[in-house]
């Protein structure tokens, strides 16, 4: 079956688990789950006790399955609607985690895509839990997604062409993405991509968010070997285009 598929990984996940103690990975993950929950649910949340906040699950239709450096988000079908919720779950999880929490990049792909589910034990207590996906899209997204050489994310060829002439769409085009060209390892395409902001930026607002930009590229002990500071970079040159 046709679904969008976003496909996301982490930039230095690899260091992020060697350069530093249980305590400090036990928070951090609770981070990461935290901005894909809050993300799949839009930033709407349900209070569980006197003070205590969390993501407001219910009524989500998006698919995710998150495993080690990999995040990935799907709909239950190809509908308009499916896929403009699927966009909008993208961009508040592409922007959170590249200004505040960790660096990823990842793409949005219109394409073939199926995942079989499950758990069972035995009578000695053993667990049989599948977790297979299987299709085109997974193949396209984790190729497309492996080449990008910045901390962002692209929409493929195949979703434009897909929504292209649909006003929903068009609507969320205008507010939340942006035509670019878009640094690859070894070329560069023009293609759409997620917005890091709304609006525009004045020098201050730059600057602000171009240190956030470093300190997460940064956090967690990572270090800055020249591919990475080449991704931070491209990463901040995409956003010098919000600059007014």
């Not at 996940?13 to 839009?42: C, G, P, T, V, W």
């Not at 985690?97 to 990049?105: A, G």
Request: net charge negative; with cysteine.
């Amino acid at each position: 079956m046709k679904s969008f598929i976003a496909y996301f990984d982490y930039l230095g996940y690899k260091e992020f688990l060697l350069r530093n103690s249980e305590m400090r990975l036990k928070d951090r993950a609770n981070h990461i789950l935290r901005d894909i929950e809050m993300s799949l649910s839009q930033d709407k949340t349900k209070q569980i006790s006197p003070g205590k906040l969390i993501a407001d699950l219910d009524g989500v239709t998006i698919n995710c399955l998150n495993i080690s450096d990999t995040v990935i988000f799907w709909t239950k079908n190809d509908s308009l609607a499916s896929c403009i919720e699927l966009l909008n779950v993208c961009y508040l999880f592409n922007w959170k985690q590249i200004l505040y929490n960790f660096p990823v990049r990842g793409c949005v792909i219109y394409d073939n895509f199926e995942f079989i589910t499950g758990q069972s034990y035995n009578a000695a207590g053993a667990v049989y839990s599948p977790n297979l996906m299987y299709g085109k899209g997974l193949l396209h997204a984790h190729e497309k997604t492996d080449l990008l050489n910045w901390a962002g994310t692209v929409l493929d060829s195949s979703l434009i062409e897909k929504v292209w002439r649909e006003e929903d769409f068009q609507t969320f085009l205008n507010e939340k993405l942006i035509l670019y060209k878009i640094p690859y390892k070894t070329f560069y395409r023009k293609e759409y991509a997620l917005r890091l902001v709304k609006g525009s930026l004045n020098q201050d607002m730059f600057n602000s968010y171009r240190e956030d930009i470093i300190r997460v590229f940064e956090s967690d002990n990572k270090s800055i070997p020249p591919s990475v500071e080449e991704k931070m970079n491209n990463t901040i040159s995409f956003l010098e285009m919000f600059k007014e």
